[in-house]
């Protein structure tokens, strides 16, 4: 998409914004979702190797939720 600013042509927008905005549009449902992750109760994995990967997962989580709120 084109348009015309100040007098010249211009790109203002292309396909990859568009999947960047999606992501941008869902980022406070996202981060909510992983609130919500690392709120429930890892007791219901009844494995070890289940129990290992939920709390590698949680811990990726947490440094999502930080880096949204500019706490990393």
Do not use: H
Not at 25 to 36: F, I, T, Y
Request: glycine residues 2%; proline residues 4%; aromatic residues 4%.
């Amino acid at each position: 998409m084109f348009a015309v600013i100040e007098g010249d042509l211009a790109t203002v927008a292309t396909p990859w914004l568009e999947s960047d905005a999606r992501l941008i549009a869902a980022a406070p449902e996202l981060l909510e979702a992983l609130e919500e992750i690392i709120a429930s109760n890892p007791s219901i994995l009844a494995t070890e190797r289940s129990a290992l990967r939920y709390v590698q997962a949680v811990e990726k989580a947490r440094k999502v939720i930080d880096k949204a709120r500019g706490e990393e």
